[in-house]
């Protein structure tokens, strides 16, 4: 299944450059994401295992 990289790229990009700009200014910069929670969104729309070398942690949105 072919899945658009477009947002892991950001999501590592976002993750490079909070590093770079900790590592200067002596902070560390969280970054995560919320996802939807059902498993069909997930699987169409996001790599877990790749985003989440680069996040510091995943929200799932869940709703009544």
């Known amino acids: ?4 990289n477009f ?12 590093d770079k700009e900790a590592s200067s200014g002596g902070k560390k910069y969280i970054l ?3 996802l939807g929670c ?4 997930i699987d169409a729309g996001y ?6 070398k680069y996040l510091d942690f995943l929200n799932l949105m869940t709703y009544d």
């Open 38 to 41: 059902r498993k069909a969104d």
């Open 1 to 4: 299944i072919f899945k658009f």
């Open 7 to 18: 947002p892991n790229f950001i999501i590592k990009e976002l993750r490079e450059k909070f």
């Open 47 to 52: 790599e877990i295992e790749q985003i989440s």
């Open 32 to 34: 995560s994401a919320a």
